[in-house]
């Protein structure tokens, strides 16, 4: 049981006291803060309900996941390749999303303002980042034209061209955020990227 | 009120970023990450925990604006998030941490207040004085005397008795009085 004896009401020394500590100057917070929220937030909404997560799903993110691989390992072999310069942030056509779950069209236009946002902005990549980046958004290309042709193929078949579309994005969101991310702690988030530099000048 | 943290916010900015406008939840982020960091560094006085907790409680903020129904002002819903957060993250190092615990004696014994006062700048004299708080002692006297907590408010978030927090308080203020150098002027 504390003593009675500290339950006075604050005196005027603690005044005095109170006046010092709300007088303390603010502290900057850490420059990475949003780009890495905004990451987390889409990673959050790209992941399906656990409900809805069936075999096909896992057979999408398995061959995602063998995909990623594959184009590491090229950048790897690949150290340097002559890669077409272009507009990394280009927006992404889609298409009208009638008879289409709503909300995975709503994911991933929310994915895709992610994309272009600048604190996204595909800086400082190293080559593999970079190689990594060009495949995804050429499988979303590839997805945009398969959705584009689907005009009569059947709801569930669409549903999955956007599912994957929306997997896609978020894969190129935690792309960025780990270029990002990797940049800030590399002090050289502010310029582009030497790596990027060097393949973009070709 | 001196919280940082009592800044106005549109109610259309919130029905945006309600809706997931990317553009509407920055401008939420960009306008409460430095009250944010700031609250959670006074209340665990390690950047990197304040970096942490500031991130944590943005994205269960964000995540839960649904639940928002504007019975109290934005800014005082999400400074709860940020408390709440830190304070967990206080228990949880509660136990690692002997520094953390609360002041189990008025008159117990305290690290040397290291250089002469003198020579240091206002502020940073203040901060080291905050920081040589006990964690739980150094967050009832930031909640109440900048967030201005009330010591129901502070028992209700701390888990303890209103008690605890006034006394707490008075033990804080007590040997904040002492290291700053300020007489007092009613205690015995």
């Known amino acids: ?202 | 009120m001196s919280s940082r943290f009592a800044i106005d916010v549109p109610p259309e900015l919130i029905d945006s970023a309600r809706s997931g406008a990317l553009a509407s939840l920055e401008r939420l982020y960009r306008l409460f990450e430095r009250p944010g960091h700031n609250l959670a560094l006074r209340l665990l006085s390690d950047p990197e925990d304040a970096h942490e907790v500031l991130h944590d409680a943005m994205l269960s903020a964000f995540r839960r604006l649904h639940q928002f129904r504007g019975d109290c002002p934005f800014w005082a819903w999400l400074r709860q998030i940020v408390v709440n957060t830190a304070l967990m993250r206080q228990r949880s190092r509660r136990g690692h941490d002997a520094h953390a615990q609360e002041i189990p004696d008025f008159e117990s014994a305290v690290p040397d207040a290291g250089p002469d006062p003198l020579h240091l700048a206002e502020a940073a004299q203040v901060e080291r004085a905050l920081d040589l708080l006990p964690a739980v002692t150094r967050s009832v006297v930031w909640l109440f005397c900048v967030e201005g907590y009330s010591h129901p408010e502070i028992a209700r978030a701390m888990g303890q008795s209103v008690s605890f927090s006034k006394s707490q308080l008075a033990r804080g203020l007590a040997r904040l009085r002492r290291d700053l150098g300020v007489e007092a002027t009613s205690h015995a």
């Open chain 1, 1 to 202: 049981m504390p003593d009675m004896q500290y339950f006075e009401i604050p005196d005027s020394s603690d005044d005095a006291v109170m006046r010092r500590l709300r007088s303390l100057p603010d502290r900057d917070p850490p420059g990475d803060g949003w780009p890495r929220l905004a990451a987390e937030l889409a990673a959050g909404l790209a992941q399906p309900p656990r409900a809805t997560v069936g075999r096909r799903s896992r057979r999408v993110f398995r061959q995602a996941g063998l995909a990623m691989a594959a184009m590491l390992l090229l950048a790897l072999v690949i150290p340097r390749m002559d890669i077409p310069r272009m507009e990394p942030e280009q927006p992404i056509a889609v298409e009208s999303p009638e008879g289409v779950n709503a909300t995975l069209v709503a994911q991933s236009q929310w994915l895709e303002q992610l994309v272009a946002a600048p604190a996204l902005a595909p800086e400082a990549q190293d080559s593999g980042q970079v190689l990594l980046d060009l495949g995804l958004r050429q499988r979303i290309g590839e997805i945009d034209s398969a959705l584009q042709d689907s005009d009569h193929a059947d709801g569930d078949a669409r549903r999955r061209l956007w599912q994957a579309r929306v997997d896609a994005l978020s894969q190129l969101v935690q792309l960025r955020w780990a270029g990002r991310r990797e940049a800030l702690h590399a002090g050289i988030a502010d310029g582009v990227g030497v790596q990027q530099a060097m393949l973009w000048s070709n």
